[in-house]
Nanobody, 116 residues
Framework: QVRLVESGGGLVQAGGSLRLSCTVS????????GNWYRQAPGNQRELVAS???????TYADSVKGRFTISRDNSKSTVYLQMSNLKPEDTAVYYC??????????WGQGTQVTVSS
C-alpha cells in the first residue's frame, strides 16, 4: 500500500523559511522521480519542483531561486527547503511520484501560510 506523508508546514512571516518533508512508503522510492505540488484556495494544483532519480532538479518560475528540492533515498524522503517566502506561496503542499499522481492518489498535504 502506497503512503505519502507530508510534514513541516506552518505559519511564517514573509521573508521566512520552512523545510517540508515527505516520506513515501509502499514503493521503491529510489526508482522514481519526486515532485512537490501546491494548491491554493480556488486554484488548481500546480507542480512546484521536481527531482529526478539522478538528482536533476527543475522548478516552477515562481519559486526558482527561493526553493530547493532534495531527496534522501535511504529514508525514502523528499524535501522542499523554502526561503524568502511570500504571501503568494500560501497553499497546501503535497508531494508525489509521477505514477502515483497519475492514479490520483495523494497524501493529506501540509499547510503553509505566509503572512505579510
Amino acid at each position: 500500500q502506497v503512503r505519502l506523508v507530508e510534514s513541516g508546514g506552518g505559519l511564517v512571516q514573509a521573508g521566512g523559511s520552512l523545510r517540508l518533508s515527505c516520506t513515501v512508503s509502499g514503493i521503491i522510492f529510489s526508482g522514481n522521480a519526486g515532485n512537490w505540488y501546491r494548491q491554493a484556495p480556488g486554484n488548481q494544483r500546480e507542480l512546484v519542483a521536481s527531482i529526478s532519480m539522478s538528482g536533476r532538479t527543475t522548478y516552477a518560475d515562481s519559486v526558482k531561486g527561493r526553493f530547493t528540492i532534495s531527496r534522501d533515498n535511504s529514508k525514502s524522503t523528499v524535501y522542499l527547503q523554502m526561503s524568502n517566502l511570500k504571501p503568494e506561496d500560501t497553499a497546501v503542499y503535497y508531494c508525489n511520484v509521477p505514477f502515483i499522481a497519475a492514479r490520483r492518489q495523494w497524501g493529506q498535504g501540509t499547510q503553509v501560510t505566509v503572512s505579510s
